[in-house]
């Protein structure tokens, strides 16, 4: 079995509820094996190694934290591994490394699945979801839509996250701890 199989497999195991991790040994084994520090301790740096790991579990809860107050999400691009945690106000964190999407799906944020749409130009149409501030977000969405009528694009607007949400399970994205309405602030209930 190759390597992208496997952490799909592990994927699957976790948000089926087949396996349950520990947040905190997830997110130090995913330290572990980051290649500098495991360079670091081959060449007998153990306590640097250490600190640099405890540096990363710290940003990476920041993160976790970050995306539980503004309403963030993970997402999976594809069967070949890509994952996207949407913390909010424009910053995300990607790359090819499934804890990305464990620890969310751990602490409770919702999971967006693509690995089942086959028609790639439906996801990259989908408007881009407002996190964070929807106050801030909301004039600039009204305004456009008024401007532009029925001339407003599909890709590279705005929409609310509940709404794009919907939109995603439209086009048969698996969604894991979905959020089930939107509140007052853009932020949402999670349906357990």
Do not use: C
């Amino acid at each position: 079995m190759d390597y992208i199989t496997e952490r799909s497999q592990r994927i699957d195991r976790i948000l089926s509820g087949d396996e349950v991790p520990d947040l905190l040994s997830l997110l130090r084994q995913d330290a572990r094996r980051w290649w500098y520090h495991a360079q670091l301790r081959s060449r007998g740096e153990v306590d640097e190694a250490r600190k640099r790991e405890r540096d990363q579990v710290r940003d990476q809860i920041k993160e976790l934290r970050l995306a539980l107050v503004n309403g963030g999400y993970a997402t999976i691009a594809n069967s070949g591994g890509t994952y996207t945690l949407t913390v909010g106000d424009g910053h995300t964190v990607s790359g090819h490394n499934e804890r990305i999407v464990l620890s969310a799906y751990l602490v409770g944020l919702p999971v967006l699945d693509f690995r089942n749409v086959d028609d790639i130009g439906a996801i990259i149409t989908m408007p881009m979801p407002v996190i964070g501030n929807a106050m801030y977000w909301r004039d600039s969405i009204i305004n456009d839509m008024a401007r532009l009528g029925d001339r407003y694009p599909t890709s590279m607007s705005y929409v609310y996250i509940a709404d794009y949400f919907e939109r995603a399970k439209a086009i048969g994205a698996t969604i894991h701890h979905a959020p089930t309405k939107r509140t007052r602030d853009n932020h949402y209930e999670v349906q357990q």
